[in-house]
C-alpha cells in the first residue's frame, strides 16, 4: 500500500506562511501525480493544488493561485506546499493525495490514496 504522511501544519496569524510536507512511502513515486485539498468545518473537500509526475505542470484552484505553491521532490518522495499571505478562509485540514492519473484531481474525493491529514488554522 502507499502510505501519505503530511505534517507542518499549526496555527498562524492571517498574513503568515507556512510550509507543509507529504511524505510518500512508496519506491515508484514518480509515478504518481500528487494533490493537496482541503476540507473546512462543515463544508465539502476541495481541490487546492496538484503537480504532475516530474513537476513540469502544476494546478491552482482560484482562491490560492499566487499566494500557495505545490513542488515536489522525488528524490525525497515529498511533496510540499508553501502557504504564503494566508487568509482565515484558508482554515481547514489540509490533505495530501496521489494517484497514477493526472485527470483524478479534477474529481471530486476521486484519488486513490490519502493521507490522513494536517489542520492548518489562520487567526484574524
Known amino acids: 500500500q502507499l502510505q501519505l504522511v503530511e505534517s507542518g501544519g499549526g496555527l498562524v496569524q492571517a498574513g503568515g506562511s507556512l510550509r507543509l510536507s507529504c511524505a510518500a512511502s512508496v519506491r515508484t513515486f514518480s509515478e504518481y501525480v500528487m494533490g493537496w485539498f482541503r476540507q473546512a468545518p462543515g463544508k465539502e473537500r476541495e481541490f487546492v493544488a496538484g503537480?504532475?509526475?516530474?513537476?513540469?505542470?502544476?494546478l491552482y484552484a482560484d482562491p490560492v493561485k499566487g499566494r500557495f505553491t505545490i513542488s515536489r521532490d522525488n528524490a525525497k518522495n515529498t511533496v510540499y506546499l508553501q502557504m504564503n499571505s494566508l487568509k482565515p478562509e484558508d482554515t481547514a485540514v489540509y490533505y495530501c493525495?496521489?494517484?497514477?492519473?493526472?485527470?483524478?484531481?479534477?474529481?471530486?474525493?476521486?484519488?486513490?490514496?490519502w493521507g490522513k491529514g494536517t489542520p492548518v488554522t489562520v487567526s484574524s
Open positions: 493525495a496521489a494517484d497514477r492519473l493526472l485527470s483524478k484531481l479534477t474529481v471530486r474525493d476521486g484519488m486513490a490514496y
Open positions: 503537480i504532475s509526475w516530474s513537476g513540469g505542470n502544476t
